[in-house]
Structures are given as structure tokens and as C-alpha cells.
């Protein structure tokens, strides 16, 4: 997806029929349907990557689809209704809490053209920064606290995120500045934190495919503990409301109030060359994710009496950088199956030098795309890194088409089935024994965030695969009676094998996050594998009989990935009812628990609210914040969940008289509403 599209494209599925919505030129009717294909076309690819998390066409091929559309558009004096050239921001999915900005959020004008920004610029002084690729969000504080955090959103309404934003990294909660003070800025996560998070997923298809997904991800999670984890940064690049009469004069006010902020420098028109020059020769070394600059009056003023048009400011404008392309020729597709069965095409083709860098191979994602390009082998190809970062196909020259899918597994031979989700097709393994799931399940299950036994490396689960004595997660803590065969091996000694068996000794001693994590559960992470367990005490047996409705009360955990985690046990089904994988699921469980000692969560003092359940809600006047007093509940015993059901005990909320649908459904379920000074004479531990 082009990522000067992502500001105006995020969360589409805002139209149903395209018509037209000015008088028509004379000479639309032959290119009217054209532009319904195009809005059509644009519309699911941006839905499909940011609702579904699916990519379907490349940022090359959406830009052109994108650019074709707006020239229809200019020529014809026509614009569909739901084109994706008028929208602005992404529609809210999630469920935070909703609200309104005081003033729209608009959009950048653009252009690729080093000539039009320097006209744009002429004899005004400007700001030219860095165009950042995160998530905007817009902070408020009034006398001298953070007081609210709130995303772009759809440039109207934005979500409310005030305790994630307390978790940034580099946000300052406090400032010296007392008056009410409003900025916007990119939340983001660094190329170098995004590889260290991606360095820890041990599975290809699970891997987040760049720092803007990540960092989106992050930002608008129900935990702010997840947040915290993500290390995301906020970088400060307008004062909507504080001091000052220029730009500059406002960046350096808001880093005396400690923020960071977007790095920039002072333009004129005739600047601009040498100045877009010194940017792109710096971009290579950058942690910061951007896709581009933008260029702004110096003069607030000034910017201001421009006005606006009905989606741009006419003081701002953004510089998308042109992608660096080089012809070559494809050599082969590459299938890489992953623990999950999907076997992924990567195209190999012949080197080539692009932004300072030899690449050979590129992602071609899925079956869809590579039938969409007609890829051949000997085709000529054009290749780009999107962004300056990742290989990408920008077009096939030749099209010979006819590039083979494999009908069997290139790791066991097995068949592969091609699978339709949608209009989107993928090659999966159909052998459940396929030593490539084999391979990434066992590494993952010893990997650091799960069973964490130590020295077991990738190499080392294959050998052992290959010797004939892992077949099942419990083998890990039965290999004593196989040394003869592992000793001779070679790589392997008698010295090795011992500190084999020491590191499975030592991770025989594990917890159920760890274990739950390590199971590979679809979506399952290490972060949702510790809420889910922490829901259920620590107890493996009240982890695994978890029903979807108790799940989708937990924070974090929505329909998903709770109907994920009763298929792969078969939840509230009879043996006879489940399915081969859901038994053997079960199965290797039970085996696995024989080995294994759980260690129960540490508690302290008494546990007199076990079996009680709390949803928490609202501002607290006695805790620090809803972690607090949602640690203080879970030592005492107790569960927290995120919304209210049948199985809550309490609503801890000190508007008790509130009209909120939490209020109104614990009315409906007869649970008792408790304010915090409530919950203290109730619950209140004595000093």
C-alpha cells in the first residue's frame, strides 16, 4: 500500500455504489466505468491490508491504480462517491473509546516533483522535516498534565488512548507550560526496535511485516502494558494550540517542554534541491521509519489566511520520495513453507543494486499476486525497494506468465491445496507431519519467550527431528535414553548432550504463560498467552477449558483469536466430536503436563478474592491508575476482564449513575456497581 495513500486510506469500507457526485464531461461515459473498476479495485486492497491484514497488490501497483484514478478524475471533472482520493483517515474498528477533534484533520497535498516543491516553497520561508510513517496522534494538557491522547483517526473522530500514550517511551506526563496546550506528532517504532521484536517471532507468517503495522498495532491496543512492551516513540510536528508565531519558534518551545521533535530545517524555494539531496543521503542510516518529507510555512500566520481546500492545507505539502528502480530478470520462484502449512512464493531473480544495496530476492506474498503479474521464468522484471526498505515487483515487462505452483510440499512431498479466502489465494502443506511445521513448532516451543531451553537452536531441533527422536513437544525431556545415537552424531559429543539434558532439566520448570505461548496456537503471542493464563490463575486445566465468551471478556482478546484458541482445543466438545488435530492436540497436552512442573504465579497475604471477577472502568481517585488496582486484585486472587458478562462479580466505576453501556449492562445483569470509595470499605485490605 502506498504509504502517502496510508494517511487517507487506513480501515476502508465506506461505500457501497460508486456514483457520481458532480455533473458529468462529455466525455465520461468512456471512462466512467474505468473509474468504478479503479475506486472498486483500490477500495478492497486498502481493506483487505488494513481491516484484514492481508496484502493483495504491491505499493507500486496501488500508487498507479491511485494516480490513474485521480487523472480520470481531473480530466472528467468527476468524482465517485467513496473515492479513495477523497477520503481522509481510516474508520474506527477497534473498541476504544470514541471521540471527536475540536478541529478536522486534513490531509497533505503531494507531489514527486523536486521542481514543484521548490515552486511551492518560492520566496517563503519554510520548514522541511521528515514525513514520519506511524500513527498521528494528537495530545492535550491542561495544567501542565497529560490530559488526553486521541488518534487521527478518520480526521474527525479519533480513539481515545490516553493510558497507552502515558507508556511512550519519550511522552512527558508532566510539562512546565500550565496552559491548556494541544499538539500532534507520530507515534512510532524504530527500524532497530521493530527487528528486535520481529527477531523474537520465531515464525515467518507471524512476523509484522514493517514499523508502521507494528507501531499502529501498539498504539491502539486495549493494554497499555502491550504498549509499553512495543517501545513506541511519539515525535511532536505541530502545536495545534500553545505559543508562538512561527514553526520554529514553536518546535523549540515544545523541546524546552521536553518533547521530541521532528528533526527539520529552514528552506527557501532555492534551497530545496541541496536540501531534499541532504535528506535522501541520510534517510540509509535513519531508526526512524519515513516515507517521505513535508515542507511548511515558517509563517503560521501567513499558512493560516491560505486557508484550506476541501481535504488539503494550503501551507503544508508532502514530498513522497521517487522509488529507485532497476530492470532484471527472474530467475525462479522460491515455495518456503512456515510452521502454518503456507508455503510463501519469493521471487529470485538476478542482482541488482538498489538504494545503495544488492537484493535478489523479493516477496510475491501469495498465489494472487503471482498470477496478477503474469510472472514467468526469464521474464524481465522491474524491481523497487518500497520506501527505500523492502525488494518489491513493480511490474512484469514480458509477461510470459505460467510460473508453476508446486502440487507437492518442497520440504516433505506431501500435496499442497490451494485455498481461496476471498479473492485471495495461498499454497498451504496439507501434511500435518510436514518436518518444515515440524521444524518451526519445536523451535518456537524452545525458544526464549516459551519453554526457553537454553542452547537448543534451529539447527539443533532439525537434527534431532532428523535422528529419529523428537516427535512430540515431551521428547524435549526424554532424550536421555537416546544418547548413544546423539553422542555419535556429528556436532555432537558427550559434553553436549549433558548440557542438552541440563537446559531440558531446567525448563521442565515453566508457567502456563510460557507453556500456552509455546504451544503455537494461531495469534497466541508470548503478551496475549500471559493475559490469558493470568485470566485463569496460572492454572493450565482452567487455560485450556476457557470457553470464547469468557476469552472475548479478557483484555486484549477479541473474537479471533478467542474462536482460534477453542478450535485448536476443540472447547466444549466431546472426544467423539472433535476433530483428528483437536484430539491430538489434547493429547500431546496431557503428555507434555506428565513432564512438566507448573509454577503457580507468586502471591502474597491472603487470596480472599479468588473466584471473584472485576471490570474496572472510569477514572480512579485512590490508585495511581487502573494497573494498580488491577495488580492489587489479581495478588488477592481475583480476575480482571474487560467488559461485563454474566460471570462478572463486580463493576468497579465511580460514576456509579452513569448512562455507559458497562453501567447499563451490569443493571440488566443485576451486578453490583461499586465507586472506588465502595470497593475500599468492601474490599479494602487493612494497614
Not at 161 to 169: G, S, Y
Not at 184 to 205: C, H, L, M, Q, V
Not at 275 to 291: C, H, L, N, Q, R
Not at 659 to 675: E, H, M, Q, R, V
Amino acid at each position: 500500500m502506498g504509504r502517502e495513500k496510508q494517511e487517507e486510506q487506513l480501515q476502508m469500507g465506506m461505500f457501497d455504489t460508486a456514483e457520481a457526485v458532480q455533473t458529468e464531461a462529455p466525455e465520461t461515459d468512456a471512462v466512467l466505468p474505468r473509474m468504478k473498476e479503479l475506486v472498486a479495485t483500490l477500495d478492497e486492497a486498502a481493506r483487505a491490508y488494513y481491516a484484514e491484514g492481508r496484502e493483495i497488490m504491491s505499493n507500486f501497483e496501488y500508487d498507479a491504480l491511485y494516480d490513474e484514478l485521480a487523472a480520470l478524475e481531473s480530466q472528467t471533472g468527476v468524482i465517485l462517491a467513496g473515492s479513495p482520493t477523497q477520503r481522509v483517515g481510516y474508520e474506527v474498528m477497534t473498541e476504544l473509546p470514541k471521540e471527536r477533534h475540536e478541529s478536522r484533520m486534513l490531509s497533505l497535498d503531494k507531489t514527486k516533483s523536486v521542481e514543484d516543491l521548490a515552486a511551492f516553497v518560492g520566496e517563503h520561508e519554510s520548514l522541511m522535516s521528515w514525513k514520519l510513517d506511524g500513527l498521528t496522534v494528537v495530545l492535550t494538557y491542561r495544567g501542565g498534565e497529560l490530559y488526553k491522547a486521541v488518534t487521527r483517526g478518520n480526521g474527525e473522530i479519533g480513539e481515545v488512548i490516553t493510558p497507552n500514550a502515558k507508556v511512550f517511551a519519550n511522552v512527558p506526563l508532566r510539562i512546565p507550560y500550565e496552559e491548556e496546550l494541544i499538539l500532534r506528532g507520530e507515534a512510532i517504532i524504530t527500524y532497530s526496535g521493530f527487528e528486535k521484536i520481529n527477531a523474537e517471532i520465531p515464525e515467518t507468517e507471524a512476523k509484522y511485516k514493517n514499523p508502521r503495522n507494528l507501531c499502529s498495532g501498539s498504539v491502539r491496543q486495549l493494554s497499555s502494558k502491550v504498549t509499553a512492551e512495543r517501545g513506541v516513540r511519539f515525535i511532536a510536528f505541530s502545536l495545534v494550540k500553545g505559543p508562538g508565531e512561527t514553526r520554529s519558534e514553536q518546535f523549540a518551545f515544545l523541546q524546552g517542554q521536553g518533547f521530541e521533535v521532528v528533526e527539520y530545517k529552514k528552506v527557501f524555494g532555492a534551497d530545496v534541491p541541496d536540501t531534499v539531496k541532504w535528506f535522501a543521503d541520510k534517510i540509509e542510516g535513519e531508526d526512524y521509519p519515513s516515507d517521505g518529507l513535508v515542507v511548511t510555512y515558517n509563517d503560521i500566520a501567513y499558512g493560516k489566511s491560505l486557508g484550506t481546500t476541501t481535504k488539503f492545507p494550503r501551507d503544508s505539502i508532502a514530498f513522497k520520495w521517487q522509488d529507485e528502480t532497476a530492470e532484471t530478470v527472474l530467475r525462479e520462484i522460491h515455495w518456503s513453507p512456515s510452521r502454518t502449512g503456507l508455503i510463501n512464493p519469493i521471487a529470485v531473480f538476478d542482482p541488482v543494486e538498489l538504494e545503495g544495496t544488492t537484493v535478489s530476492r523479493a516477496s510475491v506474498h501469495n498465489v494472487s499476486i503471482m498470477k496478477d503479474l503474469k510472472l514467468g521464468i526469464g521474464d524481465r522484471i522491474m524491481v523497487y525497494k518500497a520506501n527505500m526498505i523492502i525488494p518489491q515487483i513493480a511490474e512484469n515487462l514480458t509477461c510470459i506468465g505460467g510460473a508453476p505452483v508446486p502440487q507437492t510440499c518442497p520440504v516433505c512431498g506431501a500435496p499442497t491445496e490451494i485455498r481461496a479466502e476471498g479473492t485471495v489465494e495461498t499454497l498451504y502443506c496439507t501434511n500435518a507431519d510436514c518436518p518444515a511445521k515440524q521444524t518451526n513448532a519445536f523451535a518456537l516451543f524452545a525458544s526464549r519467550d516459551a519453554l526457553d531451553i537454553e542452547g537448543m537452536s534451529d539447527a539443533g531441533v532439525e537434527k534431532l527431528i532428523d535422528l529419529g527422536v523428537l516427535h512430540t513437544f515431551a521428547d524435549f525431556f526424554r532424550l536421555a535414553p537416546h544418547k548413544e545415537v546423539i553422542v555419535e552424531a556429528e556436532g555432537y559429543g558427550e559434553k553436549s548432550f549433558d548440557n542438552m539434558l541440563k537446559a531440558a532439566e531446567k525448563a521442565r520448570h515453566t508457567t502456563a504463560a510460557r507453556l500456552l505461548y509455546a504451544l503455537g496456537i494461531p495469534g497466541i503471542g508470548s503478551a496475549n498467552a500471559r493475559v490469558i493464563a493470568g485470566y485463569a490463575g496460572g492454572d493450565m486445566a482452567a487455560v485450556r477449558a476457557l470457553t470464547k465468551e469468557e476469552l472475548m471478556t479478557i483484555d486484549g482478546v477479541g473474537e479471533v483469536l478467542a474462536d482460534a484458541f477453542t478450535a485448536y482445543f476443540g472447547t466444549g466438545l466431546d472426544t467423539a466430536s472433535q476433530s483428528d488435530a483437536q484430539k491430538r492436540h489434547n493429547e500431546e497436552l496431557d503428555d507434555l503436563l506428565k513432564e512438566l512442573v507448573i509454577e503457580q504465579p507468586q502471591t502474597a497475604g491472603t487470596q480472599d478474592m479468588a473466584g471473584l471477577t472485576f471490570v474496572i472502568t472510569g477514572s480512579l481517585n485512590n490508585y495511581t491508575n487502573r494497573d494498580e488496582l488491577k495488580a492489587e486484585i489479581l495478588r488477592r486472587g481475583g480476575k480482571v476482564a474487560g467488559s461485563v458478562s454474566a460471570k462478572t462479580s463486580y463493576l468497579i466505576n465511580n460514576d456509579v449513575n452513569s448512562t455507559s453501556s458497562k453501567n447499563k449492562k451490569a443493571k440488566d445483569l443485576g451486578i453490583p456497581i461499586l465507586s472506588e470509595e465502595d470497593y475500599l470499605a468492601q474490599f479494602g485490605e487493612e494497614s
